[in-house]
């Protein structure tokens, strides 16, 4: 079974036995439209030129969130900063993220259950099916950071690290406390080091950014 990186970012975020995600809001939101960003460049659909985006090839795209992303980019008049994108695509993100987990439930891999508060307001329950899957992909991931000599890190490992680094979810790949720290050391090397550092670092860092700048005006208005 093939998943795609913004289905193995919802999947990781998934909670392995309660019926929700491990992180929710600004956080989740901004992971994805990250996860998306970094999918189209490892497609070699989009560039970062001068901290700018720059859409390559919009030829043949088959998914219909990069789709529309690559829509959005061709609307533009000119070039915008990751940012940008990452804000776009924050106001469709509910959307994408109902669309990614009803992928995953149709691969078997998580279960959807709807349900209805009072009656009246929907919502969705979330629940592993294949855990095995997760665990698997924990366990790879876990060791392209404390073990990368072990295992073939290859780019999609370090944008998915990446995600994990930018939505703060170091926990999800760590065992205990001690390791914990390590994983928040060693993971910056990781991607620091990778060969597609460039294009990662940048889309993290922005991505970082939207989520702080995000959560600071969110609870300034409290």
């Known amino acids: ?6 289905e193995k970012f919802i999947l990781i ?8 995600l491990i992180v929710a809001g600004v956080p989740l939101y901004y992971g994805i439209a990250g996860a998306l960003l ?14 700018l985006v720059v859409l390559k090839n919009d030829k043949k795209i088959t998914d219909p969130m990069m789709s529309e992303m690559a829509g959005l980019m061709r609307q533009q008049t000119k070039r915008r900063k990751v940012r940008y994108w990452a804000y776009k695509i924050n106001k ?21 259950e709807r ?7 929907p919502y969705t329950l979330t629940y592993l099916r294949d855990r095995r ?24 490992d370090v944008a998915l690290l990446g995600l994990i680094e930018a939505a703060k979810m170091h926990k999800v790949i760590a065992e205990n406390k001690e390791e914990l720290k390590k994983i928040r050391k060693e993971l910056k090397k990781v991607i620091e080091e990778s060969p ?18 995000t959560t600071v005006v969110v609870g300034g208005g409290r």
């Open 196 to 213: 597609i550092a460039g294009v990662v670092a940048k889309t993290i860092k922005e991505v970082q950014a939207a989520i702080i700048v």
């Open 133 to 156: 899957t997760r665990d698997k992909l924990i366990r790879h991931l876990r060791k392209a950071v404390l073990y990368p000599s072990s295992v073939e890190v290859t780019a999609e």
């Open 92 to 112: 469709r993100a509910n959307r994408f993220k109902k669309e990614l987990l009803t992928r995953l439930d149709k691969k078997g891999v998580l279960q959807l």
């Open 1 to 6: 079974m093939t998943l795609t990186l913004s």
């Open 13 to 20: 975020a998934q909670h392995p036995d309660k019926g929700r």
């Open 115 to 121: 349900k209805r508060f009072l009656g009246l307001i």
């Open 38 to 51: 970094m999918e189209m460049s490892l497609q070699e659909r989009i560039e970062i030129v001068d901290g």
